[in-house]
């Protein structure tokens, strides 16, 4: 069973800060990308950020360029997003993923295994 665990959620006001980490065993993940995604309700989900496993070919969704950035850090086993200047429209849960390929994209199908999520709330 493959684990994948996020953290580093939780409650920040508007114009704030908050760092996800998204851990995996290094077997698991250091030679595949990895991306991030955002579930709001009553929205559908929405791709974040991916980046390859040698921390290269990243990608971002619209909605997060300029504020969000991921990179990979502890022999490419982590994947970090770095989320500046948040909106309430941030708020949502977030999910990391392990793609099934070396390059990661934006499609939620090229993601093999995923985790729980953790919640992140902007306050306006």
């Known amino acids: 069973q493959v684990q994948v665990k996020e953290s580093g959620g939780g409650l920040v006001q508007t114009g704030g800060s908050l760092t996800l980490s998204c851990g995996t065993s290094?077997?698991?993940?250091?030679?595949?990308?990895m991306g991030w995604f955002r579930h709001a309700p009553g929205k559908e989900r929405e791709f974040v950020a991916a980046?390859?496993?040698?921390?290269?070919?990243?990608l971002y969704g619209d909605s997060v360029k300029g504020r969000f950035t991921i990179s990979r850090r502890y022999g490419n086993s982590t994947a970090v997003l770095q989320m500046d200047n948040l909106k309430p429209e941030d708020t949502a849960v977030y999910y990391c993923?392990?793609?099934?390929?070396?390059?990661?994209?934006?499609?939620?199908?090229?993601?093999?295994?995923w985790g729980q999520g953790t919640q992140v709330t902007v306050s306006s």
């Open positions: 993923a392990i793609g099934r390929s070396a390059v990661a994209g934006i499609s939620p199908s090229g993601y093999a295994y």
């Open positions: 980046i390859a496993w040698n921390g290269g070919h990243i």
């Open positions: 290094r077997r698991t993940s250091s030679n595949n990308g």
